[in-house]
């Protein structure tokens, strides 16, 4: 009478089912994504860090002006870095902005609805273990992809760009997949191609990363990440919208076209700085912890803790409106959520990027960020009621908003060497796959010895170890 699948097999099986109900959904796949965080004991000691360590800079300032109370890094001045950098022009951010829509619609568009419909036509009585087999080989390919995209980059002596090239190649390849798949009836194949696309965006964005610290100075790089951070939200609601009433052969070629075409600005105005005269050894492509620092590797982990609280709490989130809550139609509830998600996201990420960049402090923000974005699970954990999912969503999105801002302006403050930025970056996305990849089988785990609470639970103390796990860190206020 009993289950006998492993954790592992139960959480494979349950991420398809959910893929497959929320993908029908259209929009509501988005808090697959999101974060849910808790709010208990740390907050007020964080508002008081926020009151006494933030406040005093706003004093007498305009919106417009930026308050140099300190500088962000402690190796880094104000008069340097403006004799180094100028500030990014608007149609470069945007042009930016439209190349990582266009990745972020590729890979989700097709790993929320395409996908799963594809594996399940070619066979459905083993669509769980494929579909499981598939995205494993992609989120592995784009744990390698990044760092290694990043050291390519680097070292690449170009005359289009050192990060250019990398970026639309990338776009290149993982479009040519996308076409492919469109015509496939054999899982090996689709498995491929799949790898090229997952691997690809892993690549690309740690390129696109390693494109902002290259040429956007510290004091703006809140604002520029912030709205480069819409682009995920935005990119699965429009991708899933866009495709969940195609066929699998309509829907593939449509997305790899909006990826080409949401590529082209970046691709005539996207220009790299020059690349220094001598690439490094072959020996320092690879990532060195050693050479990273202790700091890098305080942030890494946080970023790993928050992931993984992140991929922790949503997993099962159209599971715990039917079963938890009683909802009638849990689809539509996922759906809901994820528009005051994204709402969530929108209002507050730029806001507090500007204030970070203003202030000249990240950590703060990044501790606040995790604390909110707890307390929404919290929340969800101890009062299981529709009301409660409705004001935890928008308050997930303000926290993940947040978080994701100044989160990636802090890590590109940690880099050492200048020659290696999209080498470091890329490792540092490293922990965001391997979060992923690793979260479903203590999903699994929780929910079946601890029910929703002990999951969610779990998730908010790893968020929590997210935010502070910054606190450490040194070289960055």
């Given at each position: 009478?009993?289950?006998?699948?492993t954790g592992?097999?139960?959480?494979i099986?349950a991420?398809?089912r959910l893929?497959?109900m929320?993908?029908?959904a259209?929009?509501g796949?988005?808090?697959r994504?999101?974060?849910?965080w808790?709010?208990?004991?740390?907050?007020?000691?964080?508002?008081?860090?926020l009151v006494?360590?933030?406040?005093p800079?706003f004093?007498?300032k305009g919106?417009?002006e930026?308050?140099v109370?300190?500088?962000?890094s402690?190796?880094a001045s104000p008069?340097a870095?403006?004799a180094?950098?100028?500030?990014?022009s608007y149609s470069?951010?945007?042009?930016?902005?439209g190349?990582t829509l266009?990745m972020?619609?590729?890979?989700?568009?097709a790993?929320?609805?395409?996908?799963?419909?594809?594996?399940?036509?070619i066979d459905?009585s083993d669509?769980?273990?494929l579909?499981g087999?598939v995205?494993?080989?992609?989120a592995v390919?784009?744990?390698l992809?990044?760092?290694?995209?990043?050291a390519?980059?680097?070292?690449?002596r170009?005359?289009?760009?050192k990060?250019?090239c990398?970026?639309?190649?990338?776009?290149?390849?993982c479009?040519?997949?996308l076409?492919?798949?469109?015509r496939?009836?054999?899982?090996?194949?689709v498995?491929i191609?799949?790898?090229?696309v997952?691997g690809g965006?892993g690549?690309?964005?740690?390129?696109?990363?390693?494109?902002i610290?290259?040429?956007v100075?510290v004091?703006?790089?809140?604002?520029?990440f912030a709205?480069?951070?819409?682009?995920?939200?935005?990119?699965?609601?429009?991708?899933t919208?866009l495709?969940s009433?195609?066929s699998?052969g309509v829907?593939?070629?449509?997305?790899?076209a909006?990826?080409?075409v949401l590529?082209?600005?970046?691709?005539?105005?996207?220009?790299?700085?020059?690349?220094a005269?001598e690439p490094?050894?072959?020996g320092?492509?690879l990532?060195d912890?050693?050479?990273?620092?202790?700091?890098?590797?305080?942030?890494w982990a946080g970023?790993?803790?928050?992931?993984?609280a992140?991929s922790?709490?949503?997993?099962?989130?159209?599971?715990?409106?039917r079963?938890?809550?009683?909802?009638?139609?849990?689809?539509?509830?996922?759906a809901?959520l994820?528009?005051?998600?994204?709402?969530?996201i929108?209002?507050v990420?730029l806001v507090?990027?500007r204030?970070?960049?203003?202030?000249r402090?990240r950590?703060?923000?990044?501790?606040?960020?995790?604390v909110?974005m707890a307390?929404a699970?919290t929340?969800m954990?101890?009062?299981?009621?529709?009301?409660t999912?409705?004001a935890?969503a928008t308050?997930?999105?303000a926290?993940y908003?947040?978080y994701?801002?100044?989160?990636?302006?802090?890590?590109?403050?940690?880099?050492?060497?200048?020659g290696?930025?999209?080498?470091?970056l890329?490792?540092?996305n490293m922990?965001t796959?391997a979060a992923?990849?690793?979260?479903?089988v203590?999903?699994?785990?929780?929910v079946?010895?601890?029910?929703?609470p002990?999951?969610f639970?779990?998730?908010?103390?790893m968020?929590?170890?997210?935010?502070?796990l910054?606190q450490p860190?040194?070289?960055?206020?």
């Amino acid at each position: 009478m009993g289950d006998r699948r492993t954790g592992a097999e139960k959480g494979i099986a349950a991420v398809q089912r959910l893929g497959h109900m929320e993908g029908r959904a259209g929009f509501g796949v988005i808090l697959r994504l999101i974060n849910l965080w808790w709010f208990q004991v740390v907050g007020p000691h964080c508002l008081c860090y926020l009151v006494s360590h933030v406040s005093p800079a706003f004093e007498g300032k305009g919106f417009g002006e930026f308050a140099v109370e300190k500088p962000l890094s402690v190796a880094a001045s104000p008069a340097a870095e403006s004799a180094e950098f100028e500030d990014p022009s608007y149609s470069w951010v945007f042009a930016l902005f439209g190349v990582t829509l266009g990745m972020w619609i590729g890979l989700l568009a097709a790993a929320q609805v395409l996908l799963p419909s594809q594996i399940e036509a070619i066979d459905p009585s083993d669509k769980v273990w494929l579909m499981g087999a598939v995205t494993t080989s992609g989120a592995v390919a784009a744990v390698l992809a990044a760092p290694v995209m990043g050291a390519l980059s680097d070292r690449t002596r170009w005359g289009f760009g050192k990060r250019r090239c990398w970026v639309l190649g990338g776009i290149a390849c993982c479009a040519a997949a996308l076409l492919t798949m469109s015509r496939q009836s054999s899982v090996v194949v689709v498995g491929i191609c799949w790898t090229i696309v997952h691997g690809g965006v892993g690549g690309i964005h740690a390129v696109l990363c390693a494109i902002i610290p290259d040429k956007v100075p510290v004091h703006r790089r809140g604002t520029v990440f912030a709205i480069l951070g819409f682009a995920q939200p935005l990119g699965l609601v429009l991708g899933t919208l866009l495709v969940s009433g195609l066929s699998v052969g309509v829907g593939y070629p449509v997305v790899a076209a909006l990826v080409v075409v949401l590529a082209l600005p970046y691709a005539l105005i996207g220009r790299d700085v020059p690349a220094a005269a001598e690439p490094s050894p072959v020996g320092r492509w690879l990532p060195d912890p050693s050479a990273l620092g202790r700091d890098f590797g305080w942030a890494w982990a946080g970023r790993f803790a928050a992931q993984f609280a992140t991929s922790l709490a949503t997993i099962y989130l159209l599971y715990f409106l039917r079963d938890q809550i009683k909802m009638g139609d849990p689809a539509k509830g996922v759906a809901v959520l994820s528009l005051l998600y994204t709402a969530g996201i929108v209002t507050v990420s730029l806001v507090v990027g500007r204030i970070s960049d203003r202030v000249r402090k990240r950590k703060v923000f990044v501790i606040l960020a995790a604390v909110l974005m707890a307390g929404a699970l919290t929340g969800m954990a101890l009062v299981p009621t529709w009301p409660t999912a409705v004001a935890a969503a928008t308050a997930l999105g303000a926290g993940y908003g947040a978080y994701l801002a100044v989160d990636q302006a802090l890590a590109t403050q940690l880099l050492r060497s200048e020659g290696d930025r999209g080498k470091d970056l890329g490792t540092m996305n490293m922990s965001t796959s391997a979060a992923v990849a690793i979260a479903p089988v203590v999903a699994a785990e929780s929910v079946a010895y601890g029910g929703y609470p002990m999951l969610f639970f779990l998730a908010a103390g790893m968020a929590v170890l997210g935010g502070f796990l910054v606190q450490p860190i040194k070289s960055v206020r």
